[in-house]
């Protein structure tokens, strides 16, 4: 899970999509879903759904019959849903009533239809109970939807429990929102209501390139056709925050700025306003104790201007933000390999150029710039991403500027094991 990401968008909307090509950004499709798991319990308030590949037996014609479900609007939800538990439940498409074969035939390949049944053991006396009761109850399944007039009232009744679900063998608690690497530079994170419909949020990170000085510094951010290029002043003493006391804290402050955007007339220059902090003052997990001037570096913090209060919330975010990925990458099993150094000096560098841009930025006009402090934290995201080994490094494999993003291929798979897996389509819900 990547649940860092909630650290960025708490105080951004999503913007409402209804296009799957996605530019870097954070966006929200309100979807058709379906249960994928019958006999099983529908969410509840609170659970979360975090996504998984969709894999099994089945998987290819299910995620057929999702992807095709948004290519013919005019087959109800209700006949999608039902033609995927029967597929589940291995149901031979010859026996479903003929209406329903004729609805829902443009949603299934021949060959799928050529293997839509297969058979069952029929020594059921020697198989395990539970093996013998999953069987008699896809039995009854299939007997439901070969009725010559389907009850979908019925068959819902029998495929999705009611009430509040216990707590399964195997159980784990998920909260909800938990956002999942969704590869090639996405996230997702699944916020289903009931087992048919599903609140999709995707974030899309946004590549970028920096270009340094010869003390490390970023002169240059882009990404996207926005750009932002720095100069700093090397006048001496310009290096340093100084506190009473003697505290001495690290800066690099900006002699210029210049900001710009893809479109004509989006450009901004600024003279002697705002700093960011070196990488090195807080590296990647180091205490925050530690970093120069230590103790006494926090008193003078604490009592001495805004700027040194300035740069210890600065300091203090990219700690927490490093820690909390090192602390997923563990949790997951991916901390085989520590970051590249390259990969932690881009992650905390950026963070401190964002928000020393943004600083700088006080008392501006918004407009175009809002843009550019999106992209800027979309790039980011993306030094997170590859922090926590989703993406890879800039300039390795550069990502394209738009990409589609296919829900089909993942299914929203609860931490109670006793309840519904669901399938996402990319059929939006009215």
Same mark, same amino acid.
């Given at each position: 899970?990547?649940?860092?990401?909630?650290?960025?968008?708490?105080?951004?909307?999503?913007?409402?999509?209804?296009?799957?090509?996605?530019?870097?950004?954070?966006?929200?499709?309100?979807?058709?879903?379906?249960?994928?798991?019958?006999?099983?319990?529908?969410?509840?308030?609170?659970?979360?759904?975090?996504?998984?590949?969709?894999?099994?037996?089945?998987?290819?014609?299910?995620?057929?019959?999702?992807?095709?479900?948004?290519?013919?609007?005019?087959?109800?939800?209700?006949?999608?849903?039902?033609?995927?538990?029967?597929?589940?439940?291995?149901?031979?498409?010859?026996?479903?009533?003929?209406?329903?074969?004729?609805?829902?035939?443009?949603?299934?390949?021949?060959?799928?239809?050529?293997?839509?049944?297969?058979?069952?053991?029929?020594?059921?006396?020697?198989?395990?109970?539970?093996?013998?009761?999953?069987?008699?109850?896809?039995?009854?399944?299939?007997?439901?939807?070969?009725?010559?007039?389907?009850?979908?009232?019925?068959?819902?009744?029998?495929?999705?429990?009611?009430?509040?679900?216990?707590?399964?063998?195997?159980?784990?608690?998920?909260?909800?929102?938990?956002?999942?690497?969704?590869?090639?530079?996405?996230?997702?994170?699944?916020?289903?209501?009931?087992?048919?419909?599903?609140?999709?949020?995707?974030?899309?990170?946004?590549?970028?390139?920096?270009?340094?000085?010869?003390?490390?510094?970023?002169?240059?951010?882009?990404?996207?056709?926005?750009?932002?290029?720095?100069?700093?002043?090397?006048?001496?003493?310009?290096?340093?925050?100084?506190?009473?006391?003697?505290?001495?804290?690290?800066?690099?402050?900006?002699?210029?700025?210049?900001?710009?955007?893809?479109?004509?007339?989006?450009?901004?220059?600024?003279?002697?306003?705002?700093?960011?902090?070196?990488?090195?003052?807080?590296?990647?997990?180091?205490?925050?104790?530690?970093?120069?001037?230590?103790?006494?570096?926090?008193?003078?913090?604490?009592?001495?201007?805004?700027?040194?209060?300035?740069?210890?919330?600065?300091?203090?975010?990219?700690?927490?933000?490093?820690?909390?990925?090192?602390?997923?990458?563990?949790?997951?099993?991916?901390?085989?390999?520590?970051?590249?150094?390259?990969?932690?000096?881009?992650?905390?560098?950026?963070?401190?150029?964002?928000?020393?841009?943004?600083?700088?930025?006080?008392?501006?006009?918004?407009?175009?710039?809002? &843009?550019?402090?999106?992209?800027?934290?979309?790039?980011?995201?993306?030094?997170?991403?590859?922090?926590?080994?989703?993406?890879?490094?800039?300039?390795?494999?550069?990502?394209?500027?738009?990409?589609?993003? &296919?829900?089909?291929?993942?299914?929203?798979?609860?931490?109670?094991?006793?309840?519904?897996?669901?399938?996402?389509?990319?059929?939006?819900?009215?």
């Amino acid at each position: 899970m990547a649940n860092w990401l909630d650290a960025w968008q708490g105080d951004t909307s999503p913007q409402i999509q209804h296009s799957f090509t996605l530019a870097p950004g954070f966006y929200r499709f309100t979807l058709q879903s379906y249960c994928l798991h019958a006999g099983t319990y529908g969410p509840s308030s609170g659970a979360g759904y975090p996504l998984a590949p969709l894999r099994g037996d089945r998987a290819a014609t299910i995620r057929g019959i999702l992807q095709r479900s948004a290519q013919f609007p005019a087959i109800s939800q209700i006949d999608v849903q039902t033609l995927i538990w029967g597929t589940e439940a291995g149901t031979r498409f010859s026996d479903y009533p003929l209406d329903f074969q004729v609805r829902v035939a443009p949603l299934m390949t021949p060959e799928d239809i050529a293997l839509s049944f297969v058979s069952l053991p029929a020594l059921t006396a020697s198989l395990p109970a539970p093996v013998q009761n999953a069987l008699n109850f896809y039995g009854q399944l299939r007997a439901q939807l070969a009725r010559p007039q389907q009850d979908f009232a019925a068959l819902e009744r029998l495929a999705v429990l009611p009430g509040a679900a216990p707590t399964g063998a195997g159980s784990r608690a998920i909260p909800s929102g938990a956002w999942t690497a969704a590869g090639e530079g996405f996230y997702a994170r699944a916020l289903p209501s009931t087992y048919a419909r599903t609140v999709l949020d995707v974030i899309r990170v946004a590549p970028y390139r920096l270009v340094r000085d010869g003390r490390g510094r970023i002169t240059l951010f882009e990404s996207g056709g926005y750009r932002a290029e720095t100069t700093y002043d090397d006048r001496p003493g310009q290096d340093l925050l100084i506190g009473e006391g003697g505290a001495r804290l690290p800066v690099w402050r900006f002699a210029t700025l210049r900001l710009s955007g893809p479109h004509p007339g989006e450009t901004l220059e600024l003279q002697d306003r705002g700093f960011t902090v070196p990488s090195d003052a807080v590296r990647f997990g180091q205490p925050f104790a530690s970093a120069p001037g230590g103790p006494q570096l926090m008193h003078a913090v604490f009592q001495f201007g805004a700027d040194l209060a300035t740069w210890r919330a600065r300091a203090e975010v990219a700690k927490e933000q490093c820690d909390r990925v090192q602390e997923y990458r563990e949790l997951y099993g991916r901390a085989t390999a520590r970051p590249s150094e390259q990969a932690i000096a881009d992650f905390t560098d950026l963070g401190h150029y964002r928000d020393g841009i943004q600083g700088a930025l006080q008392g501006e006009g918004l407009g175009w710039l809002v &843009d550019h402090q999106l992209r800027q934290r979309g790039a980011l995201e993306y030094a997170t991403c590859v922090l926590n080994g989703d993406c890879p490094p800039p300039g390795e494999r550069p990502l394209p500027e738009t990409a589609t993003f &296919d829900p089909t291929g993942f299914v929203a798979t609860p931490g109670n094991t006793l309840m519904q897996r669901l399938g996402i389509s990319a059929r939006e819900l009215n």
